[in-house]
């Protein structure tokens, strides 16, 4: 059996699809954690992406815009996660992010990319890019 180095992982992509509930999320921000570990990312990169990827969805719960299961596409490539959550009910950003600590804008600094992107229908799904 050949082990692969930590330079020659290619390209991994991860797709769940799990219950809505909070315990599922802490194995998913375990997993994500994991491959870039794998990766040498940096521990304070991997403190932010789980910060940002905690905050919104503990948002999304306390708004009830989280549906019976959480799709989460992750794509990871050389030094660059991107991640994927949806589908939830259509919100507004400004209402969800409305916060004197972790607004929108605070949170997007924790990651190089966050974004909300509407699908079909009333649904949106929330897009993660961080570099590592």
């Known amino acids: 059996m050949q082990t692969l ?16 509930e909070v315990s599922f999320l802490r194995a998913v921000r375990l997993l994500i ?7 040498s990312a940096d521990e304070v990169d991997l403190d932010d992406l789980k910060l940002a990827i905690s905050e919104f969805l503990a948002r999304a719960f306390e708004a009830e815009i989280v549906g019976e299961y959480i799709k ?12 994927e959550i949806g589908d939830f009910e259509e919100f507004d950003p400004k209402k969800l992010f409305a916060s004197p600590y972790l607004n929108f804008e605070a949170i997007d600094t924790l990651v190089n990319n966050f974004e909300i992107e509407a699908l079909e229908g009333s649904l949106v799904k929330v897009k993660i890019k961080k570099s590592f």
Do not use: F, G, M, Y
Request: no cysteine.
């Open 5 to 20: 180095k930590k330079s020659q992982i290619e390209k991994q992509i991860i797709s769940l699809k799990i219950p809505a």
């Open 33 to 39: 954690t994991a491959q870039l570990r794998l990766r």
């Open 72 to 83: 989460i596409d992750i794509s990871i490539e050389k030094n660059l996660v991107d991640i």
